[in-house]
């Protein structure tokens, strides 16, 4: 590593762009009269209750790492939230994964009904593209983010990655479906935060790739800590129901590789994740330490 | 009326701007590897079972109206369609108004799964955004398609109109809810139709807001004529279950003005749909004949 990391230093800027993700996502879902109260409520409960915000600061250190002010990064960052979100309410509904808790609170179902749930991830969905068509400029910028973000909410990534998730465990198991399912469910989102980002600080393609590879490896390491984490959390942590992939025979890099070599694998892909930055003209510094700190990942 | 109205001749264009769409829609739902064969055979199921397409038709006749070739307007006009398709599906499951037909056929979650049907209406209405951004040129007219749709489509709207007619029942009732629910619930994505043609057509401030009051008053005349075709229709040619609004106490026009009133406010918004035509520089041939066709709507 020819750079210094600092993790504090990069924790406390961490710090200051999540509560600047909170307060935009408050103020956008401030919805005018004609989204009833229940409604309205539900997309808040979900979408306000305290999350990590992983893929929004994504957005925001890449586009900050090319040189843009988060203030222009933050409406994508917001619509990317939307839609994890969503698709967290959507996976959780009783037909799906039929979950009872979610960042540490009842799940929207569960705190509301199936039905408000399922128009509350259908609201989230459709708000994102409209942040995104409101809030960033210019046109030409607009509509790359929409096309991406699209892209990678879309049948051929997150939603297929649910579906072929769901039917997992009817499938034949092996390494390369996991990877597949986990590429599209989790990782496509992560790398289309980057992608977002490097579009509003007007990356050329050369800086775009490296991005891209960088959210491709830390998708991969993130979904693994996330196997990880529900073989072996906290579930107070957590903040949602541990075990279940065993429960539910999903297939999990844990089940498939044992825990030794799912963590060699993430200490791979993290390196990978830095390699990738390295000849890159930009300021790398809390993308790499964001990385690095994947590793310790509780939650 | 100041003009000739041919209905058979507005009739076989109809049919060939159909096919049009029909033929844009099959492509477009073509997805690639990634996209898991159930969930796409799912969506395609939903989308290409035979619908009258008449949000797509609208924006086709708005953008030729304003000169606009249909080519031009066929993305736009798909994306409605997507949109429109997703938010049948989504009402149709147990949780919301639990049909078992559709378009004469089983309901999504019928013929497959819930699960696969919430993940196919979530994939149909990410879709719409994608085809937007990828179809649409230049930027600034997209990204107009992609504010106008995300807003008709999302909780002030569509979502919220859903929302609202699930909760109807357990509130007071009152023409002011009813036009208000059919407003959001199938009123703004019909008149969302008449904009996203305007838009293709460089419709100036006039005719666009010309053409949105005609949207609002057939997209009312629509609810109604669906209303009296749900207490009085034919099942086989409308190809849903009727009588439902009735067992299970929905809000509708019928119930709160009468058979005869209803039929008397429908004459009444059919008129002003067309006054709001009359002083506009396009070509309404079409628009008149579609809106004064409505009357004698069967299906």
Known sequence: MDIAVNWQETEQ?????????????????????GC?????????????????RFRPLLVLLAAEACGADPEEAIAPACAIEMIHCYSLIHDDLPAMDDDDLRRGQPTCHRQFDEATAILAGDALLTLAFEV???HVEPPDR???CCRVLAEAAGPCHLVGGQADDIQAPTLAPSLELLESIHRRKTGALIECALS???????????????????????????????DLLDLLGDEKLVGKRLQKDKKQNKLTFPAMLGVDRSREKIERLIEAA???????????????ALALNLKSRTH
Chains 1, 2 share one sequence.
Do not use: W
């Not at 009833?36 to 990590?52: E, F, I, Q, V």
């Not at 300021?283 to 790499?288: A, D, N, P, T, Y």
């Open 142 to 144: 607009a509509i790359r």
């Open 196 to 226: 977002l980002g490097a579009i509003i600080g007007d990356a050329g393609p050369e800086v775009l790739n490296g991005l891209q590879e960088y959210g491709r490896a830390i998708g991969l390491a993130f979904q693994i800590t996330d």
């Open 274 to 288: 830095c390699r990738a930055l390295e000849p890159l003209p930009i300021e790398r510094r809390h993308l790499v």
């Open 36 to 52: 009833p109260d229940r409604l309205k409520s539900a997309m808040r409960y979900s979408l306000l209750a305290p999350g990590k």
């Open 132 to 134: 995104l068509a409101k």
């Open 13 to 33: 800027h961490l710090t200051e762009l999540r509560q600047l993700v909170n307060e935009r996502l408050d103020r956008l879902t401030d919805l005018p009269e």
